[in-house]
């Protein structure tokens, strides 16, 4: 068992104030495979003391753009020299598939690395406009001064990548707080920081448990919070920083709805719905969950769908051939099955999955994709969020109720909807309220699209030039002429 007994704060590695441990269990075996060490908010102040240190008195917020973007284009060079090293170890502590962690864990955010930087180098910076009463208005694009970043264990590097790059290229300065589940992927990219040239103080990794993590995003030398997690935790992150008027973005929970019209395919919506429904064993918060067919055609589509995602292969994630693992902790495999339950109790009908383990698998937080058909949308499973592998078919009579079925949840952040019209699709689009969406596909996570939610799903943008500003504050100068000597 491997074990890191030291943080990686101000761009040093140093010994924690407190010698608590997080141990890492692997959700196959369910035995201890990891020990770091766990921050206390002595850890914590010194955190945000170096970056606080290092926005207000250091080099990094004051270089140019271009300078800022060839760290990150180095870094992105490093990450590209030890991605099978880095997806192996989210393999082991995610329990993500090898093949799935190679693809999405590592290799989206290598990509995104460079194409954030391509976003940065096209960004305005700074821009040049006349005023109305004569005089010329310069606008200055600044860094926002020090980002908490808060990281869950679904897609951590994908998360990571998506506010830490942006906060650096931006000149901010960083503490990131990766969850307890899942610090080991983060403490391997601190080491990637520090080779790249990142300068002191401008990082900081702080993996901690909840109650610290509550100390970081209400700390008043923190000047935003990028936080994505559960609704429930937003709205308690939310608060405390509304009471130092701290700015904060929020990627929180969904119950994303794929509508498929009329002529849309049901093997072809199955598909859809399995890519973007069962990564991460439906770990993932913008996983089409709520699938919404015609009332005449619900046997069809529960039919594919039933067929495709019983075909899935589940097994040991360090397999190549392993398409689904286990969830990530036991207390998420129970949750899980507790929604199972409730919708036998509310007289769903149950076409494929369960509660039992997967044939041939022993141990391990295992859930087997399922499938209810027949959901009346108020159910508990049309409702909430599961964050497991369960999918919701629910009949709707016409389109407008389809899409009323699609608006009538708290949530509000992804959705899709299947037709053979594309023009009709972007018309329905128009009419569901989301803040992200996909036309014949599950919506795609493009690093030039923005990327977040309405409703109950957060506020704020990641991704694409909206993220970037959304860690830069725009100074206006107005430039009036010199005044005339008089003679």
Not at 274 to 292: E, K
Not at 460 to 471: A, T, V
């Amino acid at each position: 068992m491997s074990e890191r007994k030291e943080l990686f704060i101000g761009s040093e590695w140093v010994a924690p104030s407190t010698g608590r441990r997080i141990e890492v269990i692997s959700p196959v075996t369910e035995e201890p495979i990891a020990r770091v060490a766990a921050a206390g908010v002595a850890d914590v102040d010194r955190a945000v003391a170096a970056a606080r240190r290092a926005f207000d008195e250091g080099p990094w917020p004051r270089t140019e753009p271009a300078e800022r973007i060839g760290v990150i284009r180095r870094l992105a060079a490093l990450y590209g020299e030890r991605r099978d090293e880095l997806a192996e170890l989210i393999t082991a502590e995610l329990g993500a598939p090898i093949s799935f962690a190679k693809r999405a864990q590592v290799a989206l955010p290598w990509s995104m690395m460079s194409a954030l930087t391509d976003i940065a180098e096209k960004h305005p910076w700074r821009e040049c406009r006349p005023g109305v009463y004569g005089q010329d208005i310069v606008l200055r694009r600044e860094p926002v001064g020090v980002v908490a970043a808060v990281v869950p264990w679904n897609m951590p590097q994908f998360l990571t990548v998506t506010k830490v790059v942006p906060a650096l290229l931006a000149g901010c300065t960083v503490v990131l707080k990766p969850a307890p589940e899942a610090p080991l992927d983060a403490l391997f990219l601190a080491e990637l920081f520090e080779r790249a040239g990142v300068p002191p103080g401008v990082v900081s990794v702080v993996p901690a448990d909840r109650d610290v993590s509550a100390y970081l995003v209400a700390h008043p030398g923190v000047d935003k919070v990028s936080f994505t997690g559960s609704t429930a935790a937003g709205r308690q992150v939310a608060a405390a920083c509304a009471a130092n008027l701290t700015r904060v973005g929020l990627e929180l929970g969904g119950k994303s709805a794929a509508i498929a019209l009329d002529d849309a395919d049901p093997a072809a919506v199955a598909t859809a719905v399995r890519f973007s429904g069962m990564g991460m064993a439906g770990q993932i918060c913008n996983a089409l969950t709520r699938v919404l067919v015609p009332a005449r055609l619900i046997d069809d589509h529960a039919e594919a769908l039933a067929s495709t995602l019983d075909a899935i292969r589940i097994g040991d994630p360090a397999d190549p051939r392993t398409e689904m693992g286990p969830l990530v902790t036991e207390r998420q495999r129970l949750r899980v099955r507790r929604y199972i339950d409730s919708g036998l109790r509310e007289g769903a009908r149950l076409i494929a999955g369960g509660t039992d383990l997967p044939e041939g698998v022993r141990r391990g937080w295992y859930v087997r994709p399922t499938v209810f058909s027949d959901v009346d949308p108020s159910m508990t499973i049309a409702r909430e969020e599961i964050f497991g592998p369960v999918i919701a078919v629910i009949p709707y009579r016409d389109e407008d109720e389809a899409v009323r079925i699609a608006n009538d949840s708290e949530y509000g952040l992804a959705g899709a909807v299947f037709t053979a019209d594309t023009g009709h699709g972007l018309d329905v689009a128009a009419r569901v309220r989301t803040g992200t969406f996909g036309v014949n596909q599950g919506y795609s996570m493009d690093p030039a699209a923005p990327f977040g939610g309405v409703k109950a799903s957060g506020y704020g943008r990641e991704l694409g030039h909206e993220g970037l500003d959304g860690y830069l504050d725009t100074k206006s100068i107005s430039v009036a002429p010199p005044p005339v000597r008089a003679v």
